[in-house]
T-cell receptor, first 113, second 111 residues
Framework: DGGITQSPKYLFRKEGQNVTLSCEQN?????MYWYRQDPGQGLRLIYYSQIVNDFQKGDIAEGYSVSREKKESFPLTVTSAQKNPTAFYLC????????????FGSGTRLTVV | QKEVEQNSGPLSVPEGAIASLNCTYSDRVSQSFFWYRQYSGKSPELIMSIYSNGDKEDGRFTAQLNKASQYVSLLIRDSQPSDSATYLC???????????FGAGTQVVVTP
């Protein structure tokens, strides 16, 4: 079955540490996205990518980095420069074009310890 | 700044009643509109999409769109306890796919 897989489900980060969240899809979707969700708040866009080897900053890119070396994969690195990284991180993918909705992964819950 | 606004709730609905959720958006060129359901601690799942003015029905769900008023709504008929969740309104303005999300409306269906 096609889908989008995020790992790990839970992640703990020490102060000053970089961590990488994995996102893989086998839906043959062109576009991939990373969102952050804080309690009681909506989804905020971190980075997005329309094609391989190209990505764009979203609304809250500071302290994060991404790569898109393969169509199927869009990993997110939370760097030590991100001062408040504790949140629920959601990866999504979609076909390009207006009529298409997102398919979301199951999310990664990141906690600073 | 493109914005999508929703009442945060919680919206308390008796079991079997109709839940009515509202969403307004600021970008007049918005093309596609989606409703997602998110259970606590889980990721959002798509329940409805609508692109043209009017109503679209799918089972117990009806989406309504009025582009002139920049307003989209979701009706849930015969509400069940399993409908208790946060409902996110999403608006797609870019031709290729970037969404703007509302903060969500929490629905609580009471037996």
């Amino acid at each position: 079955d096609g889908g989008i897989t995020q790992s790990p489900k839970y992640l703990f980060r020490k102060e000053g540490q970089n961590v990488t969240l994995s996102c893989e899809q086998n839906l043959n979707h062109d576009a991939m996205y990373w969102y952050r969700q804080d309690p009681g708040q909506g989804l905020r866009l971190i980075y997005y990518s329309q094609i391989v080897n190209d990505f764009q900053k979203g609304d809250i890119a500071e302290g994060y980095s991404v790569s898109r070396e393969k169509k199927e994969s869009f990993p997110l690195t939370v760097t030590s420069a991100q001062k408040n990284p504790t949140a629920f991180y959601l990866c999504a993918s979609s076909l390009s074009g207006a009529p298409y909705g997102y398919t979301f992964g199951s999310g990664t819950r990141l906690t600073v310890v | 700044q493109k914005e999508v606004e929703q009442n945060s709730g919680p919206l308390s609905v008796p079991e079997g009643a109709i839940a009515s959720l509202n969403c307004t958006y600021s970008d007049r060129v918005s093309q596609s509109f989606f409703w997602y359901r998110q259970y606590s601690g889980k990721s959002p799942e798509l329940i409805m999409s609508i692109y043209s003015n009017g109503d679209k029905e799918d089972g117990r769900f009806t989406a309504q769109l009025n582009k002139a008023s920049q307003y989209v709504s979701l009706l849930i008929r015969d509400s069940q306890p399993s409908d208790s969740a946060t409902y996110l309104c999403a608006v797609k303005s870019d031709s290729w796919g970037k969404f703007q999300f509302g903060a969500g409306t929490q629905v609580v269906v009471t037996p």
